[in-house]
Structures are given as structure tokens and as C-alpha cells.
């Protein structure tokens, strides 16, 4: 399976550049049935990814204090401020009816 996603900056081009390697959604639509071995396309760029490895959660503290948070927020190292920022984007109520899931990418050269 090959779908597309977008992402904001600053996380796009932390992608781009390989700093960072988990992707962190809610486990619903498209990425509720990526597979492990599925290719996926970072919209507007081009650059194909390969989820090696689809973690699931039941929200993104745990998520967070469970993967390895330089790679899915660089810059980051506090556990509530990770969670923050992922409320900027989904509200607890998303992510407590949903799950979340902690998709590991490859960049593909």
C-alpha cells in the first residue's frame, strides 16, 4: 500500500533530513491501516518513506515515555510538553476514542 501524508514544519524537513524517525497519529483512517513493508509519500516533496514498525498506544504520554522522544519531537525531552504539542493537533477525546500509534519511518534514497 502507498498513501501520501503531510506534515508542518518544523517536522517535514526534520523528516527530510533524517533527525526524525517516528511519526506519532492517530490510529484512524489512512494510518490505521498502514502495515509494516507499506511505502508511504510525504506530500509535496516526493521523498518515500517505509514504515518499519507500527507501535500502538493509548495516548501519546505513553507513547512518548515508551519510544524514543528525540525521534519523534527533536528538541524535545519533557514528557508534557511533547503531549502539549500533540494537543495542538488532536484533543484528548480524539485520542482517547482513537489510540495513537508510533509509525516507525526509513527514508528511501
Request: proline residues 4%; without cysteine; charged residues 25%.
Amino acid at each position: 500500500m502507498k498513501t501520501t501524508f503531510n506534515v508542518q514544519e518544523p517536522y517535514r524537513s526534520q523528516l527530510l533530513t533524517g533527525e526524525k524517525s517516528i511519526e506519532g497519529r492517530l490510529n484512524k483512517g489512512k494510518f490505521s491501516n498502514l502495515m509494516p513493508g507499506d511505502k508511504i509519500e510525504l506530500e509535496n516533496t516526493g521523498q518515500i518513506f517505509l514504515v518499519e514498525r507500527i507501535a500502538h498506544y493509548k495516548n501519546f504520554q505513553t507513547m512518548l515515555q515508551q519510544e524514543d522522544i528525540t525521534k519523534i519531537i527533536p528538541g524535545i525531552s519533557e514528557i508534557q510538553e511533547g503531549v502539549a504539542i500533540y494537543h495542538q493537533f488532536y484533543t484528548p477525546v480524539q485520542e482517547k476514542e482513537y489510540g495513537v500509534l508510533a509509525i516507525h519511518l526509513k527514508k528511501e534514497e
